[in-house]
C-alpha cells in the first residue's frame, strides 16, 4: 500500500511499530506536493524545513522507545487562517500577504504536543469569506476530482488536499458550511464542531459567533482521533466548552445504532435540491433504515429565512472583525499616504478583495443608524428562532439528516458575478452555525458526472460521539472508501 | 431600489473603504438583490422573541494576571515603521 493511500490510524501503526519512518511519510508527501499541486493548488505556504526536521527528531524518540504523542510523526495541512509560531498566515490575502504569526493557535499546540508535523499552510477563500476558493489573493484551488471545477469553500484547499493525497489529513474552519460543503464537494469527510468544543484562540475571526474549527480527513474513524485532539476548553477563549466533555469518540465508534432516530426535514429535500444529490440521500436514508434507525420526515421551515439571517450576521460580525486592518500596526501598508485617514483608507482598499469589500459594506449598512432595527436586530431574533427549532427537534431526534449542498461541484467562474447565486451554495450549513450545532458532511456517493456528492448529519449540542458513529456505521454500509473511483490517480 | 448611489457611498466612507464609480454602481446593483432576498425575514413571526434574555450562557471570567513579556522584538515583527518601542504613523492631531 502506497503511503498516501494509508489512513492516519494506519499511518500511526507503521510509525509507532516501526515498519514507516516518519521522514518518509513527511518526504513522500512533500514530493507528492511538488509534483501535482501545480495542478490543484491546494497549498500557499509548505513547510519543508520544519517538518523535516521535526521528522527526524521523531523517529529517534520512537527508535530509542522515548514515549510520543497520539499523532507522532503524522503530516497535517493547515488552513492559512489558523496562526503558526514563526510561520507567515496570510487568511489568503493581499493585507496579510507577509504577515508572521508570533504565536500558536490553541488547536496548534495541540497537535504539536501530540506530535504531529504541519507539513503547510493550504489555500482559502479570502478571510473565509466565499463557496468556492476562488476568492482567494493567490488564486483559485481546483477539485481534485475534475480540474474544471471548484473544490468548494471557504476551506477548499484542506479539502483538496486531503482528497488528492497531499496530505493525510488537515484543519479547516466553518463559519456557515466551510468545512462541510468542500469535504462534499472533494469527496473527504468534514466535521463542524459544537461552537465552543474547540478554542478559537489563533484563528483569524470572520464572524466570531459562528466560527468553529474542525478536521478534514478520508474516513470517520480519522475524524473521530483529530476530534479528541483537538476538542476541550482553553482559558484562551471564553466562549470554549467550560465543563470537562468526554472525548472518547474513537472508543464508541462502533457502539449500536439501531435505537436512533432519525429526522429529515422536508425543507431540505424541497424545490432547488439537484436530483441525484436528493437520490444518494435517499438511498442513505435507506440504509439507516435497514441498519434499525427509525427515520421520520419532520418540518423546519428556516431554511430560506435562516439563510438571510446568516448572512446579516456574519457581514455584521466580519465588518467589525475586520476593522482591525488599518495599515498601523501590521498588515499591508502603501508606499504613499498624506495622512492617517489616508493610509487607512488606502490600506483597506488596496488590500482587501471583491468579495472582503462586499461583506465590510453589507455588515456596515445593517449595523448603521436607521437599519439596525430592521436588519441586525431581526436577523438576531431569528438566530433564536432557529436556535430553538433544532431544539425541539432534538427532544425527539437524534440525529437530523439532509443534503449537505443543494448543488453539484459547480465550473470555475460560474457564479463569481452573481455573489447572490454563490451564497445560495450554502442554504444547508449556515443555519447549523446559527443554531452552534455540530454537523458532518460524509461522501455517499458520486452523481453521473463522477463528481463527489455529501451528506450532511446534524446533532444536537455537544453530541458528537452520536453524530461520529452514526456516520461511521453509514460509511461502512456504503462501503464508499472501497468503491471510490481513485482521484489520486486521476491527476 | 433598497438602497442608491448616495448610500453606498456613504457606508463605504464608514468602512474606510474607496469606491470608484463603476465599483459603487455595481455594489448598488448587487446590493439590491441581496436586499430583496432578506426580505423573506418578513415572513417570519418574530414578535415575542426577546434578544436581550440570556439564561443559558453564563459569562466567563478570570483573575488578571501579571506576566511579564520579554520578547518585544517579535511584537513589532510585523510593523511596518518603528522607532525604539513605537510604531510610527502619521500624526493625528494637527
Same mark, same amino acid.
Given at each position: 500500500?502506497?503511503?498516501?493511500?494509508?489512513?492516519?490510524?494506519?499511518?500511526?501503526?507503521?510509525?509507532?511499530?516501526?515498519?514507516?519512518?516518519?521522514?518518509?511519510?513527511?518526504?513522500?508527501?512533500?514530493?507528492?506536493?511538488?509534483?501535482?499541486?501545480?495542478?490543484?493548488?491546494?497549498?500557499?505556504?509548505?513547510?519543508?524545513?520544519?517538518?523535516?526536521?521535526?521528522?527526524?527528531?521523531?523517529?529517534?524518540?520512537?527508535?530509542?522507545?522515548?514515549?510520543?504523542?497520539?499523532?507522532?510523526?503524522?503530516?497535517?495541512?493547515?488552513?492559512?487562517?489558523?496562526?503558526?509560531?514563526?510561520?507567515?498566515?496570510?487568511?489568503?490575502?493581499?493585507?496579510?500577504?507577509?504577515?508572521?504569526?508570533?504565536?500558536?493557535?490553541?488547536?496548534?499546540?495541540?497537535?504539536?504536543?501530540?506530535?504531529?508535523?504541519?507539513?503547510?499552510?493550504?489555500?482559502?477563500?479570502?478571510?473565509?469569506?466565499?463557496?468556492?476558493?476562488?476568492?482567494?489573493?493567490?488564486?483559485?484551488?481546483?477539485?481534485?476530482?475534475?480540474?474544471?471545477?471548484?473544490?468548494?469553500?471557504?476551506?477548499?484547499?484542506?479539502?483538496?488536499?486531503?482528497?488528492?493525497?497531499?496530505?493525510?489529513?488537515?484543519?479547516?474552519?466553518?463559519?456557515?458550511?466551510?468545512?462541510?460543503?468542500?469535504?462534499?464537494?472533494?469527496?473527504?469527510?468534514?466535521?463542524?464542531?459544537?461552537?465552543?468544543?474547540?478554542?478559537?484562540?489563533?484563528?483569524?475571526?470572520?464572524?466570531?459567533?459562528?466560527?468553529?474549527?474542525?478536521?478534514?480527513?478520508?474516513?470517520?474513524?480519522?475524524?473521530?482521533?483529530?476530534?479528541?485532539?483537538?476538542?476541550?476548553?482553553?482559558?484562551?477563549?471564553?466562549?470554549?466548552?467550560?465543563?470537562?466533555?468526554?472525548?472518547?469518540?474513537?472508543?464508541?465508534?462502533?457502539?449500536?445504532?439501531?435505537?436512533?432516530?432519525?429526522?429529515?426535514?422536508?425543507?431540505?429535500?424541497?424545490?432547488? &435540491?439537484?436530483?441525484? /444529490?436528493? %437520490? =444518494?440521500?435517499?438511498?442513505? #436514508? @435507506?440504509?439507516?433504515?435497514?441498519?434499525?434507525?427509525? *427515520?421520520?420526515?419532520?418540518?423546519?421551515?428556516?431554511?430560506?429565512?435562516?439563510?438571510?439571517?446568516?448572512?446579516?450576521?456574519?457581514?455584521?460580525?466580519?465588518?467589525?472583525?475586520?476593522?482591525?486592518?488599518?495599515?498601523?500596526?501590521?498588515?499591508?501598508?502603501?508606499?504613499?499616504?498624506?495622512?492617517?485617514?489616508?493610509?487607512?483608507?488606502?490600506?483597506?482598499?488596496?488590500?482587501?478583495?471583491?468579495?472582503?469589500?462586499?461583506?465590510?459594506?453589507?455588515?456596515?449598512?445593517?449595523?448603521?443608524?436607521?437599519?439596525?432595527?430592521?436588519?441586525?436586530?431581526?436577523?438576531?431574533?431569528?438566530?433564536?428562532?432557529?436556535?430553538?427549532?433544532?431544539?425541539?427537534?432534538?427532544?425527539?431526534?437524534?440525529?437530523?439528516?439532509?443534503?449537505?449542498?443543494?448543488? &453539484?461541484?459547480?465550473? /470555475?467562474? %460560474? =457564479?463569481?458575478?452573481?455573489? #447572490? @447565486?454563490?451564497?445560495?451554495?450554502?442554504?444547508?450549513? *449556515?443555519?447549523?452555525?446559527?443554531?452552534?450545532?455540530?454537523?458532518?458532511?460524509?461522501?455517499?456517493?458520486?452523481?453521473?458526472?463522477?463528481?463527489?456528492?455529501?451528506?450532511?448529519?446534524?446533532?444536537?449540542?455537544?453530541?458528537?460521539?452520536?453524530?461520529?458513529?452514526?456516520?461511521?456505521?453509514?460509511?461502512?454500509?456504503?462501503?464508499?472508501?472501497?468503491?471510490?473511483?481513485?482521484?489520486?490517480?486521476?491527476? | 431600489?433598497?438602497?442608491?448611489?448616495?448610500?453606498?457611498?456613504?457606508?463605504?466612507?464608514?468602512?474606510?473603504?474607496?469606491?470608484?464609480?463603476?465599483?459603487?454602481?455595481?455594489?448598488?446593483?448587487?446590493?439590491?438583490?441581496?436586499?430583496?432576498?432578506?426580505?423573506?425575514?418578513?415572513?417570519?413571526?418574530?414578535?415575542?422573541?426577546?434578544?436581550?434574555?440570556?439564561?443559558?450562557?453564563?459569562?466567563?471570567?478570570?483573575?488578571?494576571?501579571?506576566?511579564?513579556?520579554?520578547?518585544?522584538?517579535?511584537?513589532?515583527?510585523?510593523?511596518?515603521?518603528?522607532?525604539?518601542?513605537?510604531?510610527?504613523?502619521?500624526?493625528?492631531?494637527?
Amino acid at each position: 500500500m502506497k503511503i498516501n493511500e494509508m489512513s492516519v490510524i494506519e499511518l500511526r501503526e507503521n510509525i509507532l511499530s516501526g515498519k514507516i519512518k516518519s521522514e518518509d511519510v513527511v518526504k513522500h508527501y512533500l514530493d507528492r506536493i511538488k509534483k501535482l499541486d501545480d495542478k490543484i493548488k491546494s497549498y500557499i505556504t509548505i513547510c519543508e524545513e520544519e517538518a523535516l526536521d521535526k521528522a527526524k527528531k521523531i523517529d529517534s524518540k520512537i527508535e530509542q522507545g522515548e514515549k510520543v504523542g497520539k499523532l507522532a510523526g503524522i503530516p497535517i495541512a493547515i488552513k492559512d487562517n489558523i496562526c503558526i509560531d514563526g510561520i507567515i498566515t496570510t487568511c489568503a490575502s493581499k493585507i496579510l500577504k507577509d504577515f508572521i504569526s508570533p504565536y500558536d493557535a490553541t488547536v496548534v499546540k495541540k497537535l504539536k504536543k501530540e506530535d504531529a508535523i504541519i507539513i503547510g499552510k493550504t489555500n482559502m477563500d479570502e478571510f473565509a469569506m466565499g463557496s468556492s476558493t476562488e476568492n482567494s489573493a493567490f488564486g483559485p484551488t481546483k477539485n481534485p476530482w475534475n480540474l474544471e471545477k471548484v473544490p468548494g469553500g471557504s476551506s477548499g484547499g484542506s479539502a483538496a488536499s486531503v482528497a488528492s493525497g497531499l496530505a493525510p489529513f488537515s484543519l479547516g474552519s466553518d463559519t456557515g458550511g466551510s468545512i462541510r460543503q468542500p469535504a462534499s464537494f472533494c469527496g473527504v469527510v468534514g466535521l463542524k464542531p459544537t461552537y465552543g468544543l474547540v478554542s478559537r484562540f489563533g484563528l483569524i475571526a470572520f464572524a466570531s459567533s459562528l466560527d468553529q474549527i474542525g478536521p478534514f480527513t478520508t474516513n470517520v474513524k480519522d475524524c473521530a482521533l483529530l476530534l479528541e485532539v483537538i476538542a476541550g476548553n482553553d482559558s484562551y477563549d471564553s466562549t470554549s466548552v467550560q465543563e470537562d466533555i468526554e472525548r472518547n469518540y474513537l472508543s464508541e465508534l462502533n457502539d449500536n445504532i439501531s435505537d436512533l432516530k432519525i429526522a429529515v426535514p422536508k425543507e431540505f429535500m424541497d424545490e432547488g &435540491l439537484n436530483d441525484e /444529490i436528493k %437520490e =444518494k440521500v435517499i438511498k442513505c #436514508l @435507506d440504509k439507516l433504515e435497514e441498519l434499525g434507525c427509525e *427515520v421520520e420526515e419532520i418540518s423546519l421551515p428556516i431554511v430560506e429565512s435562516g439563510l438571510s439571517g446568516y448572512y446579516i450576521i456574519s457581514s455584521a460580525e466580519a465588518s467589525s472583525n475586520l476593522a482591525r486592518y488599518d495599515g498601523v500596526r501590521y498588515g499591508y501598508r502603501p508606499d504613499k499616504f498624506e495622512s492617517i485617514e489616508d493610509l487607512m483608507v488606502k490600506s483597506r482598499t488596496e488590500g482587501f478583495g471583491k468579495e472582503v469589500k462586499r461583506r465590510i459594506m453589507l455588515g456596515t449598512y445593517v449595523l448603521s443608524s436607521g437599519y439596525y432595527d430592521a436588519y441586525y436586530k431581526r436577523a438576531l431574533k431569528l438566530k433564536k428562532k432557529i436556535r430553538d427549532e433544532f431544539k425541539k427537534a432534538f427532544e425527539k431526534y437524534d440525529i437530523v439528516i439532509g443534503p449537505t449542498s443543494p448543488m &453539484l461541484p459547480f465550473s /470555475i467562474g %460560474e =457564479k463569481t458575478d452573481n455573489p #447572490l @447565486d454563490m451564497y445560495l451554495a450554502d442554504i444547508y450549513t *449556515v443555519t447549523i452555525n446559527i443554531a452552534g450545532l455540530p454537523a458532518l458532511s460524509l461522501p455517499c456517493g458520486f452523481s453521473e458526472s463522477e463528481l463527489p456528492i455529501g451528506i450532511q448529519l446534524i446533532g444536537d449540542h455537544f453530541a458528537e460521539s452520536k453524530l461520529l458513529k452514526t456516520a461511521f456505521a453509514l460509511e461502512q454500509s456504503l462501503d464508499i472508501q472501497t468503491k471510490n473511483p481513485n482521484c489520486k490517480e486521476v491527476i | 431600489m433598497k438602497i442608491n448611489m448616495d448610500e453606498v457611498n456613504y457606508i463605504s466612507k464608514l468602512a474606510k473603504l474607496k469606491l470608484d464609480n463603476e465599483e459603487a454602481k455595481k455594489m448598488v446593483k448587487e446590493f439590491n438583490s441581496i436586499l430583496e432576498h432578506f426580505e423573506n425575514l418578513d415572513n417570519e413571526n418574530l414578535e415575542d422573541i426577546d434578544v436581550n434574555s440570556f439564561e443559558d450562557i453564563k459569562s466567563v471570567l478570570r483573575k488578571d494576571k501579571n506576566k511579564k513579556f520579554n520578547n518585544t522584538t517579535k511584537l513589532f515583527q510585523n510593523a511596518k515603521d518603528t522607532k525604539d518601542t513605537y510604531i510610527k504613523v502619521p500624526k493625528i492631531i494637527d
